[in-house]
């Protein structure tokens, strides 16, 4: 069995490829976490092997949520294909699909509801920016790449964790953004930028789109950038009924991500079940055997 030493420079090495991979700085930090998580488990020897490995996924699965487990394993499972120890590595956990509960999904008449309400506020710019991530299902990291020139083309290249992908913008949308270009005195590059010409960036549009709750009466829990993103992902599953299409204009590397877009409410489940109609029904609408049921 393949064993190796794990050094602080190993470490110091997979950081600088993480970096030239450009990865974002969110991305950076927690890969970094997990892989010092393991190599502080490994004790004073520092020698990690496949047995090593399965201790320490063992050791997660005591301590934290499924989720959490398989997101520390594919940290590792890229520290250690990195150093050529891809038979080190090991399966993540498997899950059972879950429900959403719908809690913090933001439905579509809510998003308008939005709109209109940066519309009132004369927020010309948000209620853009807002329409873009939506009818796009664009990251709001990627926001950049949509410039004008873009706009014109009706299509943005992105480049984002070192994979590009080409974002289609919609004649509607296309429209709108010309529009807003035009009113803003936008002519070339960047179309979401600052007073001071910088791109906008995650807080900008978070405390914007925050302020637009009360009065457009949308939970506050339900109202921040990624959800607009959440909110495409699910029309356009609905729609099309291609889980690999979707990933694919979502930028995903695995289709497993997606499926956390497509995962059904406990609602709409128990809908679609009631529409296979299994449950006999008696004359009267109601299911065979419901009297007696009750008196149980």
Not at 189 to 201: L, M, Q, S
Request: glycine letters at 6%; aromatic letters at 8%.
């Amino acid at each position: 069995m393949k064993q190796r030493t794990i050094t602080i420079s190993d470490l110091d090495r997979y950081r600088d490829y993480l970096i030239e991979e450009e990865r974002s700085g969110a991305t950076l930090r927690k890969y970094m976490h997990d892989v010092r998580a393991f190599y502080e488990f490994l004790g004073e020897t520092k020698k990690a092997d496949k047995e090593s490995v399965l201790d320490f996924k063992a050791y997660l699965e005591q301590r934290y949520a499924v989720n959490s487990v398989n997101s520390m394993l594919i940290a590792v499972n890229g520290f250690l294909s990195f150093l050529e120890m891809q038979e080190c590595r090991v399966k993540t956990l498997k899950m059972q699909r879950r429900f959403c509960t719908g809690e913090r999904e933001l439905t579509k008449a809510e998003y308008f509801r939005l709109i209109e309400t940066a519309e009132k506020k004369q927020n010309q710019r948000l209620c853009a920016i807002m329409q873009t991530i939506c009818a796009t299902g664009i990251r709001i990291s990627e926001l950049s790449f949509v410039t004008v020139e873009a706009v014109k083309s009706g299509r943005a290249q992105v480049s984002c964790k070192g994979k590009k992908r080409a974002v289609i913008i919609s004649k509607e949308l296309q429209r709108l953004l010309l529009r807003y270009c035009a009113e803003a005195g936008i002519r070339s590059g960047c179309v979401f930028v600052t007073k001071t010409g910088k791109p906008v960036d995650r807080s900008n549009i978070w405390t914007e789109m925050k302020k637009l709750c009360s009065q457009a009466e949308v939970e506050p829990e339900k109202v921040f950038p990624h959800n607009l993103r959440h909110l495409f992902a699910v029309t356009f599953y609905r729609l099309k009924k291609d889980i690999a299409g979707l990933a694919d204009v979502l930028g995903h590397s695995s289709i497993e991500t997606t499926r956390i877009y497509t995962a059904t409410s406990g609602d709409e489940h128990r809908s679609a079940l009631s529409q296979m109609g299994l449950v006999r029904q008696g004359e009267d609408g109601w299911p065979q055997y419901a009297d007696q049921a009750s008196a149980l």
